[in-house]
């Protein structure tokens, strides 16, 4: 098994003398110390110093001088100290991914999958750093030329969700960086050392290149930290991960103060299963998209909209799958799944079960909660399917946790409108091998979601598209694409070169 103390050791978490106990891994702060517990083992990881209004303050008028320098740094340059970050990564990839593993509780292989996301995002990044592209337009006056630019915001604010502890950071503060923006992340207050462990990392670079450190600053602590980045109008943007009630009140906050918000929340996402389907490309995709990261995805599969024609056979294999799942240590690479981020969750997951057995729904996977041994946090659950309709009002409540829905349709019309009929709208797939069936699903009467598949999960999203969804998702897009705009404001330009001045429109206004 791995150690690690070792680990954090080379991530720089190092010992303090600040009143927490001896020998405690510590980021030093002002406020109230806050600990992080593995739910792997249920141990303590760490403590952390809160940060208080001061600190917050603090932080702003940091990172406000540093985008006064960082924002007239040229963009390609900017991508050169962000491609060096990625490389910072690629060095501290195993030890980063071990670290997201045991303090969030995802599979050792999916932590190295997201710290490979990181590295993803800086490459794309770099290339966009000589691609942030304006327009010309011709102007119906004579000599002038008119024509757009893009500018930075300032200050970018990024609150991330302990599922994605840094990969979702870094999809934000990467194009924001190149774009000439300075970030402040409040990380959510359960998985706090990875973003310390990102932090350390990221200071680095912004050294070595003479960088202001106030390009990158970070704020742990609670609610209440989020609640002061969306109130404050020095805050060019806030980008926000995670439930639909958060965002909805950063949404609302930002919103009174006319700010502008990119918010990426629920998604309550349906793979659509034909009767011309390849089943032995379906099956792993359902099993991985419903039972990686324990469920806790916001692209995780919820609901399997099942033809009538094909129904018990597709869940006779299900069944069968879901008994060859390893539940245990994350850490261990055998096991598939690993423990729910804290008991909490495990409550969520327990009192979801009874809502579907008091609508009627039938589980033909057992849930259990798993106890002693390996299992001793307490946060380790088994993933379970239930037969239900699609109506139950808690099929249309988005559980974060391994709890699959199989529903029955009689034809492809309303297996689409079944799909959309829930608030949310993130991702959704079909798995067909008939063209018309997927062209169907993906036509503008299709899905209603941001991201729409064939023939592969709702969940992995690559980061060359724009990640976000629709309705109560929060309509936000992130990652690839030209997501990057998000980050800018669009100025346009119109240049006079001649001698007169001619109006637009033919106005007249003659003068003496």
């Not at 965002?247 to 011309?276: C, D, F, M, Q």
């Not at 998000?486 to 003659?510: C, D, H, S, W």
Request: a neutral charge; hydrophobic letters at 40%; proline letters at 4%.
């Amino acid at each position: 098994m791995l150690d690690i103390n070792k680990v954090l050791e080379k991530l720089e978490i190092k010992s303090v003398n600040n009143g927490v106990s001896t020998g405690l891994k510590s980021w030093v702060g002002s406020g109230d110390v806050l600990s992080s517990f593995s739910p792997v083992n249920g141990d303590l990881i760490a403590a952390v110093n809160q940060a208080e209004k001061e600190d917050y303050d603090k932080v702003i008028i940091k990172a406000r001088e540093a985008f006064k320098i960082w924002q007239n740094i040229p963009a390609p340059r900017r991508g050169e100290i962000v491609r060096q970050m990625g490389e910072q990564l690629r060095i501290f990839k195993n030890d980063l991914g071990t670290l997201v593993s045991y303090e969030m509780g995802k599979s050792l292989q999916e932590g190295f999958g997201e710290v490979q996301e990181m590295i993803d995002i800086c490459d794309f990044a770099v290339g966009l750093s000589r691609q942030l592209y304006g327009l010309s337009m011709h102007s119906e006056r004579p000599r002038h030329r008119m024509y757009e630019q893009w500018h930075p915001l300032g200050v970018v604010g990024i609150i991330s969700a302990f599922n994605f502890p840094v990969a979702v950071w870094s999809w934000n503060s990467m194009l924001a960086w190149v774009c000439g923006n300075v970030c402040i992340w409040k990380p959510s207050e359960k998985t706090p050392l990875t973003a310390i462990a990102c932090q350390k990392i990221i200071k680095k670079v912004l050294h070595e290149n003479e960088v202001p450190e106030g390009v990158s600053c970070i704020l742990i602590g609670d609610r209440e930290v989020g609640e002061w980045l969306a109130e404050d109008p020095r805050i060019a943007l806030v980008s926000a991960t995670g439930s639909v009630a958060m965002g909805r009140s950063v949404g609302e906050a930002v919103a009174k103060r006319l700010g502008r918000s990119l918010l990426e929340l629920g998604g309550n996402n349906a793979i659509i299963v034909t009767p011309h389907a390849d089943l032995n490309i379906a099956i792993p995709a359902i099993v991985f998209g419903a039972a990686g990261t324990a469920g806790q995805r916001c692209t995780s599969t919820r609901r399997v909209i099942i033809h009538k024609d094909i129904y018990e056979h597709v869940k006779k294999r299900l069944i069968r799958a879901y008994s060859q799942l390893r539940i245990g240590n994350p850490l261990d690479v055998n096991n598939h799944v690993g423990p729910l981020i804290d008991k909490l969750a495990v409550e969520q997951y327990l009192l979801t079960v009874e809502k579907v057995k008091a609508a009627g729904g039938k589980f033909i996977v057992e849930p259990k909660v798993l106890s002693g041994g390996d299992y001793s946090s307490g946060c380790y659950v088994a993933p379970c399917i239930a037969e239900v309709e699609n109506g139950f009002k808690i099929v249309q409540h988005e559980t974060f946790a391994p709890v699959l829905y199989l529903i029955r349709y009689e034809n492809l019309d309303e297996a689409i409108a079944m799909q959309n009929d829930v608030p949310q709208g993130l991702s959704s797939a079909i798995f067909t091998l008939n063209i018309r069936e997927s062209e169907q699903f993906l036509s503008c009467s299709g899905s209603d979601c941001g991201i729409a598949n064939v023939n592969i999960g709702t969940s992995g999203a690559e980061i060359g598209g724009a990640f976000g969804g629709e309705k109560e998702t929060g309509g936000g897009r992130e990652s690839g694409s030209d997501a990057w705009k998000a980050y800018m404001r669009r100025q346009t330009n119109t240049v006079n070169y001649g001698t007169a001045l001619p109006l637009a429109q033919g106005i007249k206004f003659e003068m003496e």
